[in-house]
């Protein structure tokens, strides 16, 4: 048999090989009370194992190696971490092994692992497939096992971007509202602007632009002109009046604008150019001042959508979409699909974020509850799951295939994953 040491992890965890007169390899009577728990970190295997060796009950370490020469390999013989190891678990035994002054008991495995088990271990994992391990039978597992397994991964994939939040905070000095606000002017940008956005958010802070929150003009004027888009050829009345403004604004802060050509406007529809986005952006600062402390008190969905579809831009963009070029008229509102991803991507997040900092349940669960009621998402990813039967049904559970896909699927990691357990014990 070949196979990776976490099999053998399994293997133990579950006590899944052949129990029946289990001895040490030195002929003592083994009876596992307990596997013990667990540790994915550095250390023993497993901890808090109970397990009676000849007349002896011991508790303690459990260490796992496909050879029991791997012990010497890991360099385990000079770390004192493994000393109270009570029992050493190998599929192979080819040489004793000894930890601080004494020889530490081996089982090994090698005849105890059934064969129709590593064959349905062999085939999920390295079987045909084109899209995961398990595309052959994911479909038919039963909803609650997908659905408890698609609430784990979500909870993982917000824990994991939560920590750029709270590396974020630290770097602001505990202040949420100027974190929150430079993650939305990230998503502003959606993927093709985001870095210009997060650029100008963090060479603008918004105790600047507080202190306008009662110009719009000026609030415009700060934001196109740290954009880098008030330059001196321009000849509408409008962008000359924000150039003015911004003159000003700019010596009395001490600001250094942007450098234009960092934004995108290449292949993307006139609705989304990044002039078009800073226009919105800057109406979002005039209306909603504190906007953080806003959405932590607003508890229905609709409420948080309106926060953005009703957004209104300066008049000038009704028949623009870049500056001294008229267009024909349209409106400049942000699309409902555009909303939803600001919503998934930075108030959930920030719900969750918040939640988990100040340990509070509530807003974890506003959190999710709010993923439960926005759209999937519409990808590849998602689609190659519906091609398998396996259909998201919201934002909660799309999020939760790409964690699966990206972080358990793509690594074969289908023995720490719940859909790949059921799978080998169902087949």
Sequence with gaps: ????????????????????????????????????????????????????????????????????????????????????????VVYRDDEPVTANGRQIP???????????????????????????????????????????????????????RSAAVTAALALNRGDWEETFYQFLATNFGFKTNAVPFELLAKSLPQNILAK????????EALVFGQAGFLTDDLTDEYPQKLKKEYDFLRKKYGLTPLENHLWKFMRLRPQNFP?????????????????FSKILDIKDIKSLQNLFTEIKVNPYWGDHFRFDKPSKPSPKTMGQASVDVLLLNTLALFLFSYGKHHQQQYYIDRSLKLLENLPR????????????????????????????????????KCLQCSIGNKILKLA
Excluded at 139 to 160: N, P, S
Excluded at 212 to 219: A, E, F, G, S, T
Excluded at 378 to 397: P, R
Aim: a negative charge; hydrophobic letters at 40%.
């Design 377 to 412: 998402e519409q990808n590849n990813i998602i689609a190659d799951f519906e091609s398998l039967g396996v259909k998201a049904n919201s934002a909660f559970e799309s999020q939760a295939l790409l964690e699966l896909k990206n972080y358990y699927c793509n690594y074969k």
């Design 1 to 88: 048999m070949l196979f990776p040491e976490d099999f053998l992890h399994y293997i133990w965890k579950f006590r899944l090989f052949d129990r029946s007169d289990l001895q040490t390899t030195n002929g003592d009577i083994v009876e596992v009370f307990s596997a013990g728990m667990h540790n994915t970190d550095s250390g023993p295997d497993f901890g808090n194992a109970r397990i009676k060796i000849g007349d002896t009950i011991w508790a303690g370490n459990v260490e796992l190696h496909l050879s029991s020469s791997d012990w010497k390999k890991h360099k385990h013989s000079t770390d004192t971490a493994y000393d109270n190891v009570i029992l050493h």
């Design 275 to 291: 002039t078009i986005r800073l226009a919105q952006f800057a109406a979002l600062i005039v209306n909603s001042n504190h906007l």
């Design 212 to 219: 306008h929150k009662n110009n719009p003009m000026q609030i």
């Design 106 to 160: 081996t089982l090994e495995l090698k005849d105890r692992i059934p064969a129709e088990l590593y064959n349905r271990y062999h085939n999920l994992v390295f079987g045909n497939q084109t899209i995961i391990p398990c595309e052959a039978s994911i479909g038919k597992l039963d909803d609650f096992t997908l659905k408890t397994w698609f609430a784990r991964v979500l909870i993982e994939r917000l824990e994991k």
